[in-house]
Protein backbone atom coordinates (compact mmCIF):
# COMPACT_ATOMS: atom_id res chain seq x y z
CA UNK A 1 0.00 0.00 0.00
CA UNK A 2 1.99 3.59 -1.15
CA UNK A 3 -0.11 6.44 -0.98
CA UNK A 4 1.08 10.11 -1.47
CA UNK A 5 -0.74 11.11 1.73
CA UNK A 6 -2.22 8.97 4.68
CA UNK A 7 -4.43 10.71 7.01
CA UNK A 8 -5.09 9.00 10.48
CA UNK A 9 -8.54 9.65 12.27
CA UNK A 10 -12.14 10.01 9.86
CA UNK A 11 -13.54 12.43 12.49
CA UNK A 12 -14.19 16.06 10.96
CA UNK A 13 -10.76 17.38 10.51
CA UNK A 14 -9.51 14.23 9.11
CA UNK A 15 -12.21 13.28 6.38
CA UNK A 16 -11.78 17.19 4.99
CA UNK A 17 -8.17 17.15 4.77
CA UNK A 18 -7.78 13.99 2.69
CA UNK A 19 -10.86 15.12 0.71
CA UNK A 20 -8.55 18.45 0.16
CA UNK A 21 -5.60 16.29 -0.40
CA UNK A 22 -7.56 14.13 -2.82
CA UNK A 23 -8.48 17.02 -4.42
CA UNK A 24 -4.90 18.72 -4.90
CA UNK A 25 -3.67 15.39 -6.65
CA UNK A 26 -2.43 13.56 -4.28
CA UNK A 27 -3.31 9.75 -3.68
CA UNK A 28 -4.86 9.44 -0.33
CA UNK A 29 -6.07 7.28 2.45
CA UNK A 30 -7.90 7.50 5.07
CA UNK A 31 -7.55 5.05 7.86
CA UNK A 32 -10.32 4.91 11.25
CA UNK A 33 -9.76 2.79 14.31
CA UNK A 34 -13.19 2.04 14.89
CA UNK A 35 -15.74 -0.38 12.72
CA UNK A 36 -18.07 2.83 12.27
CA UNK A 37 -17.62 6.64 11.23
CA UNK A 38 -18.71 9.46 13.99
CA UNK A 39 -19.04 6.58 16.75
CA UNK A 40 -18.58 7.01 19.86
CA UNK A 41 -19.36 10.56 20.29
CA UNK A 42 -18.06 13.01 22.33
CA UNK A 43 -20.11 16.39 21.16
CA UNK A 44 -22.92 18.48 21.84
CA UNK A 45 -23.51 18.85 17.77
CA UNK A 46 -23.33 22.61 18.18
CA UNK A 47 -21.97 24.54 14.89
CA UNK A 48 -22.45 27.67 13.51
CA UNK A 49 -24.16 28.30 10.33
CA UNK A 50 -20.28 29.63 9.43
CA UNK A 51 -18.74 26.19 10.24
CA UNK A 52 -21.23 24.07 8.43
CA UNK A 53 -20.10 26.30 5.20
CA UNK A 54 -17.01 25.86 6.29
CA UNK A 55 -17.22 21.97 5.91
CA UNK A 56 -18.47 22.88 2.01
CA UNK A 57 -21.58 20.69 3.00
CA UNK A 58 -25.05 22.29 3.18
CA UNK A 59 -28.24 21.25 5.68
CA UNK A 60 -28.64 17.60 5.81
CA UNK A 61 -30.64 15.23 7.71
CA UNK A 62 -28.24 15.45 10.51
CA UNK A 63 -30.02 19.01 11.49
CA UNK A 64 -31.59 17.98 14.45
CA UNK A 65 -32.68 21.98 15.23
CA UNK A 66 -31.54 25.53 14.74
CA UNK A 67 -30.36 28.22 17.23
CA UNK A 68 -30.99 31.68 17.39
CA UNK A 69 -29.08 32.38 20.31
CA UNK A 70 -28.62 31.80 24.38
CA UNK A 71 -29.77 32.20 27.93
CA UNK A 72 -26.69 32.65 30.12
CA UNK A 73 -27.32 32.29 33.97
CA UNK A 74 -24.85 34.18 36.61
CA UNK A 75 -24.10 32.43 39.39
CA UNK A 76 -26.37 34.64 41.31
CA UNK A 77 -29.38 33.62 38.80
CA UNK A 78 -29.41 37.21 36.19
CA UNK A 79 -30.42 35.63 32.47
CA UNK A 80 -28.93 37.66 29.78
CA UNK A 81 -30.22 37.11 26.32
CA UNK A 82 -27.79 36.61 24.03
CA UNK A 83 -29.76 37.35 20.78
CA UNK A 84 -28.88 36.77 17.32
CA UNK A 85 -30.99 38.60 14.18
CA UNK A 86 -31.27 35.33 12.64
CA UNK A 87 -30.25 31.80 12.84
CA UNK A 88 -26.89 31.55 14.16
CA UNK A 89 -26.49 27.40 14.32
CA UNK A 90 -27.60 24.31 13.96
CA UNK A 91 -27.64 21.24 16.92
CA UNK A 92 -26.44 18.27 14.74
CA UNK A 93 -26.28 14.65 14.58
CA UNK A 94 -22.82 14.19 14.27
CA UNK A 95 -22.82 10.42 13.71
CA UNK A 96 -24.72 11.69 10.32
CA UNK A 97 -22.60 14.79 9.98
CA UNK A 98 -19.29 13.06 10.12
CA UNK A 99 -20.75 9.88 7.78
CA UNK A 100 -21.79 12.52 5.49
CA UNK A 101 -17.94 14.65 5.28
CA UNK A 102 -16.11 10.93 4.86
CA UNK A 103 -18.77 10.00 2.03
CA UNK A 104 -17.99 13.95 0.39
CA UNK A 105 -13.90 12.63 0.68
CA UNK A 106 -14.47 8.98 -0.65
CA UNK A 107 -16.18 10.42 -3.19
CA UNK A 108 -13.63 12.83 -4.39
CA UNK A 109 -11.58 9.84 -4.42
CA UNK A 110 -9.86 8.86 -1.26
CA UNK A 111 -9.75 5.38 -0.14
CA UNK A 112 -10.55 4.39 3.47
CA UNK A 113 -10.02 1.71 5.32
CA UNK A 114 -11.49 1.08 8.75
CA UNK A 115 -10.99 -1.30 11.91
CA UNK A 116 -7.35 -0.09 11.21
CA UNK A 117 -5.42 1.64 13.87
CA UNK A 118 -2.09 3.62 13.44
CA UNK A 119 0.26 2.01 16.03
CA UNK A 120 3.58 3.59 14.94
CA UNK A 121 5.86 4.56 12.45
CA UNK A 122 9.32 4.41 10.88
CA UNK A 123 10.76 5.47 7.93
CA UNK A 124 8.08 7.30 5.89
CA UNK A 125 5.90 3.85 6.58
CA UNK A 126 3.02 3.79 9.22
CA UNK A 127 2.17 0.28 11.09
CA UNK A 128 -1.23 -0.24 11.57
CA UNK A 129 -3.30 -2.85 13.02
CA UNK A 130 -6.15 -3.54 10.92
CA UNK A 131 -8.99 -5.71 11.27
CA UNK A 132 -6.70 -7.66 13.76
CA UNK A 133 -3.63 -8.02 11.29
CA UNK A 134 -0.37 -5.84 11.83
CA UNK A 135 0.11 -4.00 8.55
CA UNK A 136 2.65 -1.12 7.30
CA UNK A 137 1.39 1.46 4.89
CA UNK A 138 4.11 3.90 2.75
CA UNK A 139 2.91 7.40 2.97
CA UNK A 140 5.19 10.49 1.45
CA UNK A 141 2.80 12.59 4.48
CA UNK A 142 0.81 11.68 7.49
CA UNK A 143 -1.36 13.66 8.74
CA UNK A 144 -2.48 13.20 12.09
CA UNK A 145 -6.11 13.98 12.73
CA UNK A 146 -6.61 11.51 15.34
CA UNK A 147 -8.10 13.92 17.99
CA UNK A 148 -6.80 14.75 21.48
CA UNK A 149 -4.72 11.58 22.27
CA UNK A 150 -3.21 11.86 19.14
CA UNK A 151 -1.16 8.92 18.65
CA UNK A 152 0.35 10.49 15.56
CA UNK A 153 1.58 13.15 16.99
CA UNK A 154 3.05 11.36 20.30
CA UNK A 155 5.34 9.39 17.69
CA UNK A 156 6.34 12.01 16.18
CA UNK A 157 7.75 13.56 19.18
CA UNK A 158 5.68 17.03 18.64
CA UNK A 159 4.36 18.93 22.16
CA UNK A 160 1.22 18.76 23.59
CA UNK A 161 -1.80 21.44 23.84
CA UNK A 162 -1.66 23.78 26.73
CA UNK A 163 -4.47 22.86 28.90
CA UNK A 164 -6.88 19.66 28.10
CA UNK A 165 -10.33 20.46 29.62
CA UNK A 166 -12.90 17.69 31.12
CA UNK A 167 -16.63 17.48 29.47
CA UNK A 168 -19.16 15.38 30.62
CA UNK A 169 -22.46 15.27 29.23
CA UNK A 170 -26.00 13.33 28.75
CA UNK A 171 -29.04 13.36 26.94
CA UNK A 172 -32.84 13.59 28.42
CA UNK A 173 -36.20 15.37 28.04
CA UNK A 174 -36.20 18.36 28.60
CA UNK A 175 -38.80 21.85 28.35
CA UNK A 176 -36.71 24.65 27.32
CA UNK A 177 -37.90 28.45 27.38
CA UNK A 178 -37.52 28.70 23.98
CA UNK A 179 -36.13 26.13 21.28
CA UNK A 180 -34.35 28.36 20.11
CA UNK A 181 -31.87 29.10 22.55
CA UNK A 182 -29.23 27.20 24.38
CA UNK A 183 -29.00 28.19 27.78
CA UNK A 184 -25.73 28.36 29.43
CA UNK A 185 -24.55 28.31 33.28
CA UNK A 186 -21.62 29.86 34.72
CA UNK A 187 -20.47 29.73 37.86
CA UNK A 188 -17.76 27.72 39.78
CA UNK A 189 -20.23 26.03 42.31
CA UNK A 190 -20.89 24.46 38.87
CA UNK A 191 -18.81 24.44 36.57
CA UNK A 192 -14.97 25.61 37.40
CA UNK A 193 -12.64 27.64 34.30
CA UNK A 194 -15.99 26.92 32.05
CA UNK A 195 -19.50 26.09 32.14
CA UNK A 196 -22.63 24.06 31.64
CA UNK A 197 -25.05 23.66 29.02
CA UNK A 198 -28.58 22.45 28.29
CA UNK A 199 -28.97 22.69 23.92
CA UNK A 200 -32.62 22.16 23.49
CA UNK A 201 -33.44 19.55 20.27
CA UNK A 202 -36.91 17.42 19.41
CA UNK A 203 -38.54 17.79 23.44
CA UNK A 204 -34.59 16.75 24.35
CA UNK A 205 -31.56 18.41 25.04
CA UNK A 206 -27.78 17.57 25.62
CA UNK A 207 -27.03 18.92 29.61
CA UNK A 208 -23.67 18.57 30.03
CA UNK A 209 -20.19 20.84 31.40
CA UNK A 210 -17.02 21.22 30.99
CA UNK A 211 -14.69 22.02 34.10
CA UNK A 212 -11.02 22.49 35.10
CA UNK A 213 -9.15 19.13 35.09
CA UNK A 214 -8.72 16.89 38.08
CA UNK A 215 -12.54 17.85 39.60
CA UNK A 216 -15.41 15.23 40.04
CA UNK A 217 -17.20 14.87 36.76
CA UNK A 218 -20.09 13.52 38.97
CA UNK A 219 -20.09 16.00 41.90
CA UNK A 220 -20.25 18.96 39.29
CA UNK A 221 -22.96 16.98 37.08
CA UNK A 222 -25.51 17.00 40.29
CA UNK A 223 -24.96 20.60 41.23
CA UNK A 224 -25.82 21.43 37.72
CA UNK A 225 -29.12 19.54 37.78
CA UNK A 226 -30.24 20.74 40.74
CA UNK A 227 -29.29 24.39 39.67
CA UNK A 228 -33.18 25.87 39.93
CA UNK A 229 -33.65 26.26 36.05
CA UNK A 230 -32.22 23.28 35.13
CA UNK A 231 -34.17 21.24 37.78
CA UNK A 232 -37.56 22.91 36.63
CA UNK A 233 -36.94 21.87 32.95
CA UNK A 234 -34.89 18.53 32.77
CA UNK A 235 -37.43 15.75 32.70
CA UNK A 236 -35.42 13.38 34.20
CA UNK A 237 -33.74 9.93 32.83
CA UNK A 238 -30.34 9.98 31.14
CA UNK A 239 -29.15 8.37 27.56
CA UNK A 240 -26.06 8.85 25.67
CA UNK A 241 -23.54 9.45 27.76
CA UNK A 242 -20.66 11.82 27.21
CA UNK A 243 -17.10 11.82 28.52
CA UNK A 244 -14.43 13.67 26.83
CA UNK A 245 -11.80 16.01 26.57
CA UNK A 246 -11.41 19.08 25.10
CA UNK A 247 -8.01 20.52 23.87
CA UNK A 248 -7.15 24.41 24.31
CA UNK A 249 -3.99 26.42 23.22
CA UNK A 250 -2.37 24.76 20.12
CA UNK A 251 1.11 23.07 20.78
CA UNK A 252 4.02 25.47 19.54
CA UNK A 253 4.94 23.32 17.12
CA UNK A 254 2.25 20.91 14.66
CA UNK A 255 4.15 19.75 11.78
CA UNK A 256 7.53 17.43 11.97
CA UNK A 257 9.93 16.14 8.94
CA UNK A 258 6.96 14.25 6.75
CA UNK A 259 4.06 14.70 9.85
CA UNK A 260 1.09 17.48 10.35
CA UNK A 261 -1.44 17.26 12.85
CA UNK A 262 -4.94 19.16 11.84
CA UNK A 263 -8.06 19.30 14.18
CA UNK A 264 -8.25 18.62 18.03
CA UNK A 265 -4.74 16.98 18.08
CA UNK A 266 -3.45 20.12 16.87
CA UNK A 267 -5.60 21.97 19.91
CA UNK A 268 -7.29 23.99 16.82
CA UNK A 269 -10.33 24.71 19.45
CA UNK A 270 -12.28 27.58 20.34
CA UNK A 271 -11.35 28.11 23.66
CA UNK A 272 -13.84 30.38 24.49
CA UNK A 273 -16.84 28.11 23.96
CA UNK A 274 -14.71 24.34 23.31
CA UNK A 275 -15.81 23.94 19.80
CA UNK A 276 -13.13 22.24 17.00
CA UNK A 277 -15.54 21.83 13.99
CA UNK A 278 -15.21 25.50 12.82
CA UNK A 279 -11.54 25.80 13.18
CA UNK A 280 -10.39 22.41 12.81
CA UNK A 281 -12.06 22.38 8.94
CA UNK A 282 -10.50 25.94 8.15
CA UNK A 283 -7.01 24.11 9.14
CA UNK A 284 -8.07 20.23 7.95
CA UNK A 285 -8.19 22.15 4.37
CA UNK A 286 -4.82 23.86 4.96
CA UNK A 287 -3.95 20.56 5.58
CA UNK A 288 -4.91 18.40 3.09
CA UNK A 289 -3.83 21.20 0.27
CA UNK A 290 -0.23 22.01 1.81
CA UNK A 291 0.24 18.33 2.61
CA UNK A 292 -0.50 17.45 -1.61
CA UNK A 293 1.54 19.73 -2.83
CA UNK A 294 4.91 18.38 -0.43
CA UNK A 295 4.34 15.03 -1.43
CA UNK A 296 5.46 15.66 -4.84
CA UNK A 297 7.63 18.20 -2.96
CA UNK A 298 6.53 21.41 -4.00
CA UNK A 299 6.40 23.14 -1.43
CA UNK A 300 7.71 22.23 2.82
CA UNK A 301 5.29 21.44 5.65
CA UNK A 302 6.07 24.72 7.22
CA UNK A 303 4.02 26.71 4.82
CA UNK A 304 0.98 24.64 6.36
CA UNK A 305 2.40 25.52 10.42
CA UNK A 306 2.68 29.48 8.74
CA UNK A 307 -0.71 29.16 6.97
CA UNK A 308 -3.19 27.69 9.60
CA UNK A 309 -1.39 30.27 12.17
CA UNK A 310 -2.21 33.07 9.84
CA UNK A 311 -5.75 32.54 9.78
CA UNK A 312 -6.79 31.39 13.45
CA UNK A 313 -3.85 32.11 15.45
CA UNK A 314 -4.66 35.15 16.52
CA UNK A 315 -8.51 34.50 17.29
CA UNK A 316 -6.95 31.34 19.52
CA UNK A 317 -4.83 33.51 21.35
CA UNK A 318 -7.81 36.22 22.40
CA UNK A 319 -9.90 33.63 22.65
CA UNK A 320 -7.11 31.47 25.36
CA UNK A 321 -6.77 34.98 26.83
CA UNK A 322 -10.61 35.61 27.57
CA UNK A 323 -10.27 31.88 28.67
CA UNK A 324 -8.07 32.21 31.06
CA UNK A 325 -9.19 35.82 32.60
CA UNK A 326 -12.96 34.42 32.93
CA UNK A 327 -11.80 31.29 34.75
CA UNK A 328 -10.44 33.59 37.28
CA UNK A 329 -13.29 35.58 38.22
CA UNK A 330 -14.83 35.20 41.34
CA UNK A 331 -18.86 34.17 41.59
CA UNK A 332 -19.40 37.93 42.45
CA UNK A 333 -17.77 39.20 39.43
CA UNK A 334 -19.45 36.89 37.55
CA UNK A 335 -22.54 38.31 38.36
CA UNK A 336 -21.38 41.40 37.77
CA UNK A 337 -20.20 40.40 34.27
CA UNK A 338 -24.12 39.28 33.65
CA UNK A 339 -25.21 42.63 34.95
CA UNK A 340 -22.45 44.11 32.45
CA UNK A 341 -23.95 42.23 28.91
CA UNK A 342 -27.39 43.17 29.95
CA UNK A 343 -26.68 46.76 29.49
CA UNK A 344 -29.17 47.71 26.85
CA UNK A 345 -25.98 49.24 24.63
CA UNK A 346 -23.98 46.16 24.99
CA UNK A 347 -27.31 44.18 24.34
CA UNK A 348 -27.53 46.14 21.16
CA UNK A 349 -24.10 45.59 19.97
CA UNK A 350 -23.85 41.48 21.03
CA UNK A 351 -26.99 41.12 18.88
CA UNK A 352 -25.09 43.05 16.29
CA UNK A 353 -21.58 42.12 15.88
CA UNK A 354 -22.00 38.77 18.48
CA UNK A 355 -19.95 36.17 16.53
CA UNK A 356 -19.27 32.45 18.25
CA UNK A 357 -16.86 31.76 15.90
CA UNK A 358 -14.87 35.04 15.85
CA UNK A 359 -15.35 36.94 19.70
CA UNK A 360 -12.56 39.02 19.08
CA UNK A 361 -14.82 41.08 16.58
CA UNK A 362 -17.49 41.99 19.27
CA UNK A 363 -14.48 42.62 21.97
CA UNK A 364 -13.04 44.72 19.28
CA UNK A 365 -16.38 46.84 19.18
CA UNK A 366 -16.71 46.80 22.86
CA UNK A 367 -13.05 48.18 23.59
CA UNK A 368 -14.08 51.61 21.51
CA UNK A 369 -17.17 52.21 23.43
CA UNK A 370 -17.33 53.72 27.02
CA UNK A 371 -17.43 50.61 28.68
CA UNK A 372 -14.12 50.25 27.53
CA UNK A 373 -12.97 49.96 31.32
CA UNK A 374 -15.69 47.73 32.87
CA UNK A 375 -14.31 45.26 30.27
CA UNK A 376 -10.80 45.37 31.40
CA UNK A 377 -11.61 44.85 35.05
CA UNK A 378 -13.26 41.05 34.10
CA UNK A 379 -10.42 40.56 31.41
CA UNK A 380 -7.47 41.47 32.80
CA UNK A 381 -4.89 45.12 32.12
CA UNK A 382 -2.72 42.96 29.54
CA UNK A 383 -5.82 42.29 27.82
CA UNK A 384 -5.66 45.97 26.66
CA UNK A 385 -2.12 45.21 24.52
CA UNK A 386 -4.33 42.76 22.20
CA UNK A 387 -6.58 45.50 20.96
C1 LIG B 1 -18.33 17.10 25.79
C2 LIG B 1 -17.88 17.72 24.47
C3 LIG B 1 -18.75 18.57 23.79
C4 LIG B 1 -18.33 19.17 22.58
N1 LIG B 1 -19.22 19.97 21.92
C5 LIG B 1 -18.87 20.55 20.74
C6 LIG B 1 -19.78 21.36 20.02
O1 LIG B 1 -20.93 21.55 20.43
N2 LIG B 1 -19.36 21.93 18.85
C7 LIG B 1 -18.10 21.73 18.37
O2 LIG B 1 -17.74 22.31 17.32
N3 LIG B 1 -17.22 20.95 19.03
C8 LIG B 1 -17.58 20.34 20.19
N4 LIG B 1 -16.70 19.53 20.85
C9 LIG B 1 -15.37 19.32 20.26
C10 LIG B 1 -15.48 18.41 19.04
O3 LIG B 1 -16.10 17.21 19.39
C11 LIG B 1 -14.08 18.16 18.50
O4 LIG B 1 -13.40 19.40 18.38
C12 LIG B 1 -14.11 17.50 17.12
O5 LIG B 1 -14.71 16.23 17.16
C13 LIG B 1 -12.68 17.36 16.62
O6 LIG B 1 -12.66 16.74 15.37
P1 LIG B 1 -11.37 15.92 14.92
O7 LIG B 1 -11.69 15.37 13.58
O8 LIG B 1 -10.16 16.74 15.11
O9 LIG B 1 -11.23 14.74 15.99
P2 LIG B 1 -12.25 13.60 16.38
O10 LIG B 1 -13.64 13.97 16.07
O11 LIG B 1 -11.90 13.24 17.79
O12 LIG B 1 -11.85 12.41 15.40
C14 LIG B 1 -10.66 11.70 15.57
C15 LIG B 1 -10.81 10.35 14.90
O13 LIG B 1 -9.56 9.66 14.93
C16 LIG B 1 -9.78 8.31 15.26
N5 LIG B 1 -8.54 7.81 15.84
C17 LIG B 1 -7.97 8.17 17.02
N6 LIG B 1 -6.81 7.50 17.20
C18 LIG B 1 -6.64 6.71 16.10
C19 LIG B 1 -5.62 5.80 15.71
N7 LIG B 1 -4.53 5.56 16.49
N8 LIG B 1 -5.74 5.15 14.52
C20 LIG B 1 -6.84 5.40 13.73
N9 LIG B 1 -7.83 6.24 14.06
C21 LIG B 1 -7.73 6.91 15.22
C22 LIG B 1 -10.95 8.37 16.25
O14 LIG B 1 -11.60 7.12 16.33
C23 LIG B 1 -11.82 9.45 15.62
O15 LIG B 1 -12.72 8.92 14.69
C24 LIG B 1 -17.05 18.91 22.06
C25 LIG B 1 -16.19 18.05 22.75
C26 LIG B 1 -16.59 17.45 23.94
C27 LIG B 1 -15.66 16.52 24.67
Redesign the pocket.
Known amino acids: MNYDVVV ?7 AIAAKYAALNGAKTLL ?4 ASIGSPV ?6 STK ?1 LRECDIGEGNFVLSKIRGAFVYAPGGEEACIRGKDIKAYVIDRKIFDRALVELAVDNGVDILMK ?3 IGMYDGKISVISNGENKEISGEIIIG ?5 S ?1 VGRAAGLPRCEKFLS ?1 I ?1 FEAPYIPKDPEYVDIFIGNEIAPGFFGWAVPFSGMARI ?1 L ?1 RNPGLPARYYLEKLLNHPIVASRYKGSRTEH ?1 V ?3 PLGPPRKTVSKNVMLT ?3 AGQ ?1 KPTS ?5 M ?1 AICAKIAGEVAARASRKECTLSEYEKKWRSAIGRELEIGMRIHKSIGKLSDENLNEFITFLNKPEIRELITEHGDMDHPSVLLQKLMKTGNKWQLIKFMGVAFKTLF
Open positions: VGAGPAGIEEHQCTGLIATRFADGIQSGQGAVGGIGDAVGGGIYG
